[in-house]
């Protein structure tokens, strides 16, 4: 398929579909019909009125779940807007619609509908602009129109195609055959990567605290971003310079310990040594984060010092973890199926996925400038699933290898002065870092108070039903007729070893016993007791002791259980299944040494691209074999000795995993009790110097040298160094003035009713700008229930987590962009709010975090201090919740605790200069009403 470029006969016409115009809130609808009226209904009356109709809207699936209308027939202008400005915010809102492309914000409710319209008609307008590729302007990019064609899928696709196509100059023809790959073929234009020689070792020259003071105050007068030097900062980024200090002794790197309380500016404080010591030594510097908002946080920041884009992408690499970029072969194998496909989502999906593909600057499907609200319209198999989520990469078999954004930005990180990544993939290349790809020397961990949760995940073992179905996948690929992207061992590794008998014969055995593990429908099977294979029957074993002794069984939460004793069967599964593991195992090893073998033996004679290969196939089978199977197998050996060691350092338990009371997985869990240790032994060969720093390092009490005690216990600062630099800098900010702390004291925080009341006249008092925080599901649901109507009526939107369905990060986005909006999540939405201004102006817990007393925090209390382990952890939370009011000089914000439990040791957590004021609902509405206005 051809379409020409528009001619002075086929010129561009903006024209919208004649079709109702729809808004919803939790309480009502506006529709603005297709005759110009206006009308504001409830939800039934407007389910009625638009039933099986077309209408325009913005956000479908959150419209139909508003609505209760399943089968509503959306024109979404989130996917157009996704269309035509590919890989450009938005907030997923009318408001946000409205801003991200320039138009008057709508006023009130009823304004919505005309916001959609002009939205409409501007991105119709800016569609019609875009450039064409023709042979005279050389322009190398897939042609918008053909993609636009395509997606309307001969009249039965995405509803936009014709106006789309009208706008690019050209009539809609239905009857035009439709060549998916042909019109979508991106791949051929996107830039290739090119190899450069290893960078020699760094030096080991120092950063002056004079050197590191001097960059920040280059880095503080530049352009826009133009900022008061602060002595706190300045005094900060002296003390950070010693975290690169060079190393005196072998395996005694040098570790800087440092808080820093909000406001001080501890980004730049690190940046200014890590981008000198970068420079003077011709090295590279790791910074860590927790959270994707810190990874942006930074990359921003280093915009001071790189202001040139160009500069900047030399010098700076923000990388994540392979599962987070988006995998061309996926996406082409989408597209293939477009054409054929069931169901329109994947031609529309496939559309919208190129043009994205074809603008993003890395490929970052979880974060950057991917759109998070994407998945939630599209379905999360054609956008995040098109990810390498479970290690099928075929490397340079495939023929985007050299497009691929991974080989892309792992190539650029090698190269870079400055790499940003996270906390979880520090840790496992960490868990799996070797001479050959070691650590980096030099590390800065930011949000160092999450360090022990991130080594907790990645140091853990967990043989359950979908770990182990997913090592099947793995080995054996797509299986039994299902439709799948997946790829499997035998197609990674055949050609690699063609002609080499014994190798071809490991991999048969390894295809042949991984049969043992569970295959598709396996939860299916749990369900009506008909296990397939050891594992299957081994597992529903686990099931049966788990729920024979579990407490809960009727509530919708995990239920679990301790692993001894026994019940009867289970020793004999637990040791056949071990057995075949070991099958599975033993070939792996064999193949893995043939592989390097055969890197040694031909090192002279292989290119490049097959020597990535045979690195990168033998690397998975040495870790699937010596972490996923050895854990397996030590935790299945443990299993069946009775006389477990206690000081094993380890804590084994059996669970069934639940989400909303439908059982997700089963299995057995294996943790580290202080999961610091292998995160230092892992750490400690490679590092030099690192620096951990937070705004909450420490614990709050009234000892600091204890406080200090539970900083280096919680970052493994005990293991890494016998003598670790520490030091604290306090926050600029007046929070005796920009806060207030309050403890409603009359209210029963198990009476619903009377929670959902105080959540009410809190929320109005401060009007909006409120975030209520759940330390239970449930609880959220039914306040959200017995509230929400109100607020809306009251002006006040309230967004949800597990009640819209919209991920968490698109709707503190929404909660963000209104200062009206209020949002309600479970404690652990906390960390990723960061919200400066009046947005977030008011904070309400609904009872104190205790920690989940579960059989992991059993054994963690038993080897930390018992109580004071449930404080500190507390504290905590405490402290993190209260740290998201105060972001900024101007921010200002009422904090309230409704459980009248919170003890006094427990305030720790707030300045000690803020009173907490013990106070009845009533008196907390008035404080929070003058306050927040």
């Known amino acids: 398929m051809s379409l020409s470029p528009a001619t ?10 004649d079709i109702p115009i729809l808004a919803v809130n939790t309480a009502q609808a506006v529709i603005l019909t297709s005759d110009g009226e206006l009308q504001t209904l409830p939800h039934e009356q407007a389910r009625l009125l638009v039933h099986k109709k077309p209408v325009m809207v913005c956000h479908a699936p959150y419209t139909r779940h508003r609505l209760g209308a399943d089968d509503l027939f959306a024109f979404d202008l989130l996917e157009l807007f996704a269309f035509v400005h590919p890989a450009q915010f938005a907030v997923p809102t009318p408001v946000g619609l409205a801003k991200a492309l320039g138009l008057s914000a709508p006023s009130d409710f009823e304004d919505y509908p005309f916001t959609l319209m002009e939205a409409a008609q501007a991105l119709l307008s800016d569609l019609s602009k875009e450039i064409r590729p023709t042979e005279s302007n050389g322009i190398k990019k897939a042609d918008v129109l053909e993609i636009a064609h395509t997606m309307g899928l001969n009249g039965k696709g995405w509803p936009w195609a014709p106006f789309a196509c009208r706008a690019l100059g050209h009539d809609y023809d239905a009857q035009m055959p439709i060549m998916a790959k042909p019109a979508m073929n991106i791949w051929k234009h996107l830039p290739e990567w090119a190899d450069r020689a290893p960078e020699p070792p760094p030096a080991h020259d120092p950063v002056s605290a004079k050197e590191a003071q001097e960059r920040l105050e280059q880095m503080l007068g530049v352009g826009d971003k133009k900022a008061e030097l602060r002595e706190q900062q300045r005094e900060y980024t002296g003390q950070m310079a010693k975290a690169f200090a060079p190393m005196e002794e072998e395996g005694r790197p040098h570790v800087v310990l440092a808080e820093a309380g909000t406001g001080v500016g501890k980004t730049l404080g690190y940046l200014s040594p890590a981008t000198v010591w970068a420079e ?3 090295g590279t510097v790791w910074i860590s984060t927790y959270t994707k908002n810190l990874q942006r946080q930074i990359d921003g920041e280093l915009d001071r010092l790189y202001p040139h884009p160009e500069v900047k992408k030399a010098k700076v690499t923000v990388r994540k973890g392979r599962e987070n970029y988006l995998c061309l072969l996926n996406l082409e194998d989408v597209v293939a199926g477009a054409a054929l496909a069931k169901h329109i989502n994947q031609v529309i999906a496939a559309g919208i996925m190129v043009r994205w593909a074809e603008a993003t600057k890395d490929g970052d499907l979880q974060g950057g400038d991917f759109p998070g609200w994407l998945p939630g319209l599209l379905g999360w198999q054609y956008t995040r699933g098109l990810s390498d989520t479970r290690g099928e990469c075929i ?20 190269h870079s002065d400055i790499v940003v990544a996270n906390h979880a993939l520090v840790m496992i290349k960490a868990a799996i870092a070797s001479d050959d790809d070691p650590l980096p020397p030099r590390l800065v961990f930011d949000e160092g108070h999450h360090l022990f949760d991130a080594a907790d995940s990645a140091f853990a073992g967990h043989l359950t039903a979908r770990e182990a179905h997913d090592l099947r996948r793995w ?16 197609r990674r590794a055949e ?31 749990m369900k009506d007791k008909s296990p397939q294979g050891v594992t299957e029957k081994f597992l529903i074993l686990v099931y049966q002791q788990v729920f024979a002794r579990a407490d809960g069984k009727n509530s919708p939460y995990s239920l679990e259980t301790q692993t001894h004793p026994l019940i009867e069967e289970l020793p004999a599964a637990a040791a056949a299944l071990c057995g075949k593991l070991r099958d599975i195992q033993n070939p792996m090893r064999s193949l893995c040494a043939r592989l390097r073998k055969k890197l040694h033996e031909q090192a002279e004679t292989l290119d490049s691209d097959t020597r990535k290969r045979l690195e990168s196939v033998a690397a998975s089978l040495e870790r699937r074999s010596e972490h996923n199977l050895s854990g397996w197998i030590k935790m299945l050996e443990t299993l069946q000795d009775d006389d477990t060691d206690p000081q094993s350092g ?18 057995l869990y294996r943790h580290w009790i202080d999961p ?10 490679y590092a030099q110097g690192i620096g951990i720093t937070s705004a909450t390092l420490r614990d709050a009490t009234e000892d600091d040298g204890e406080n200090w005690r539970v900083a280096r216990e919680r970052t493994g600062v005990n293991f890494l160094s016998p003598e670790p630099y520490e030091f604290a800098v306090k926050s600029p900010f007046n929070y005796t003035e920009k806060t207030r702390i309050i403890v409603v004291n009359d209210i029963n925080k198990n009476d619903l009713g009377q929670l959902a009341s105080a959540y009410r006249a809190l929320f109005k008092a401060s009007g909006g700008g409120a975030l209520g925080l759940f330390t239970a599901i449930q609880r959220l649901k039914g306040v959200y229930d017995r509230i929400s109507h109100d607020l809306e009526h009251e002006g006040l939107p309230l967004y949800a987590q597990h009640v819209d369905d919209i991920d968490t990060g698109t709707l503190v986005d929404m909660f963000r962009e209104d200062t009206h909006a209020c949002l309600f999540g479970t404690d652990a939405v906390r960390d990723g709010v960061d919200v400066p201004g009046d947005s977030l102006r008011l904070l309400v817990y609904d009872r104190v975090p205790w920690p989940r007393p579960d059989i992991l925090h059993k054994a963690r209390r038993e080897a930390f201090g018992k109580r004071r382990y449930d404080e500190l952890i507390t504290r905590l939370k405490l402290r993190q919740a209260y740290g998201r009011l105060i972001r900024s000089a101007s921010d200002k914000g009422v904090f309230v605790m409704l459980d009248s439990g919170l003890p006094t040791r427990l305030c720790g957590a707030f300045p000690e200069e803020v009173p907490v004021e013990r106070v009845g609902l009533a008196e907390a509405v008035e404080i929070t009403k003058e306050f927040c206005n």
């Open 495 to 525: 050609d690699l070893i063609e002609g080499d008998n014994e190798a071809l014969a490991d991999l048969d055995a390894i295809l042949h016993e991984s049969m043992n593990l569970p295959a598709f429908g396996w939860s299916r099977r």
């Open 8 to 17: 002075s006969e086929s010129t561009q016409a903006i024209t919208l579909p």
């Open 676 to 685: 610091m240790v292998p995160f230092a032994k892992s750490v400690q060969p």
């Open 280 to 282: 003077k030594n011709d």
């Open 395 to 414: 490397y340079s078999a495939c023929d985007h290898y050299h497009r691929c954004f991974v080989e892309k930005t792992i190539r650029k990180a090698q």
């Open 475 to 490: 080995i054996r690929g797509a299986e039994g007729g299902k439709q799948s992207r997946a790829r499997g061992l035998k």
């Open 650 to 667: 380890f804590v084994d338990w059996m669970a069934i995993e639940r989400v909303d009371g439908k059982s997700v997985d089963i299995g």
